[in-house]
């Protein structure tokens, strides 16, 4: 009786480290949601930014020069237009900006092929090849930034940003400074994390072969390993392992972004707020193995579905697993709880 007591005390304070650990997290990385952008290649069909001040990040290129891309942003008199242009790499094309807008002081030498609307002044901001990237922690990643941009806007209107390079390309735009997600853009940051590394240039094969390997030699090893009477014939207990091992694949997934940044970054405090991200993923992905492990009792089934839904729900928070680990967690939660209210 006491060591069940001790072991949902030990669960309690784990889930209440990990909660801390997701906001300490948050708190320090500056963060920016993903967006796509459609077909843009005329300043009537502009990517809409509707809400100017929220940080975005956007991934794209250019299909050949004298091709600009245009992105749309209503503004308010005072209001600031901020942001920064990077490349993947650093002998990327390295593109340029026009912002255009009502009041904008016309200055640099405008391409004949960009679009200026009558009545507004278009400012050329040109890009400089990167020096040393940065380390983003929340990718991670290293930034190669070519130009930024901070423009008080000095009327009321719509105001563009046009982006145009000496050839074709790859770049990325981040407009806007307040870090803000929805709901749907936090879930799915792994999965654009994902998008980010191919856009580098990295191939699916190198972004996802860690996962890979552990899952697979995972489930290998537990199948030699615990040759245990019923696991082999229960799907819940392999669905909890799987999860499992789909958190410490994602682990492994960022481990290895982190040692690819590093190398052409050098070591950044930084770093430290990745690792952040990659300790809550193991620990539940550790507790969900031990949890699959372990032959089921009829008494322990009512803890063992609140801790799985548990895990499935701190995983999807703190992206664990590609939301597929989480969600299997969280289905074999509701599973066994399902099994322990048919048989009380």
């Known amino acids: 009786m006491l060591s069940g007591h001790r072991s949902i005390k030990a669960l309690n304070l784990l889930y209440i480290f990990l909660v801390i650990l997701l906001l300490a997290g948050t708190g320090i990385v500056s963060a920016h949601a993903p967006l796509g952008v459609g077909s843009n290649e005329d300043i009537a069909n502009a990517t809409q930014i509707s809400n100017p001040e929220k940080s975005f990040v956007i991934y794209t290129e250019l299909h050949e020069s004298g091709e600009a891309q245009y992105y749309h942003f209503p503004m308010q008199k005072g209001g600031n237009l901020y942001g920064s242009l990077q490349v993947p790499g650093p002998d990327s094309m390295v593109p340029n900006i026009v912002i255009i807008g009502p009041g904008i002081e016309s200055t640099g030498n405008v391409p004949s092929f960009i679009d200026v609307p009558a009545g507004s002044g278009a400012m050329v901001i040109p890009g400089k090849s990167p020096g040393k990237p940065s380390y983003e922690p929340f990718s991670p990643q290293p930034i190669y930034e070519v130009t930024s941009y901070n423009v008080t806007v000095p009327r009321d209107g719509d105001y563009y940003i046009a982006v145009y390079g000496p050839n074709g390309g790859k770049y990325s735009l981040a407009p806007g400074f307040l870090e803000q997600f929805t709901p749907s853009e936090w879930l799915m940051i792994p999965w654009s994390v994902v998008s980010i590394h191919l856009w580098e240039g990295q191939s699916p094969w190198v972004v996802f072969v860690p996962m890979i390997l552990v899952v697979i030699g995972g489930l290998v090893l537990i199948g030699i390993y615990r040759k245990e009477p019923g696991l082999q014939q229960d799907p819940v207990r392999w669905m909890i392992l799987i999860s499992g091992l789909m958190y410490l694949g994602g682990a492994a997934m960022t481990a290895l972004q982190i040692i690819h940044a ?77 099994k322990h209210f048919r048989i009380s």
Do not use: C, D, H
């Open 262 to 338: 590093v190398r052409v970054t050098g070591y950044a405090n930084e770093v430290i707020v990745t690792l952040m991200f990659i300790a809550g993923p193991i620990i539940l992905g550790i507790f969900a193995i031990m949890e699959g492990i372990r032959k089921p009792q009829p008494k322990s089934l009512l803890r063992s579905g609140i801790k799985m839904v548990v895990i499935g729900l701190l995983g999807l928070l703190v992206w664990a697993g590609l939301i597929i680990g989480p969600i299997l967690a969280f289905i074999s939660g509701i599973l066994i709880l399902a």
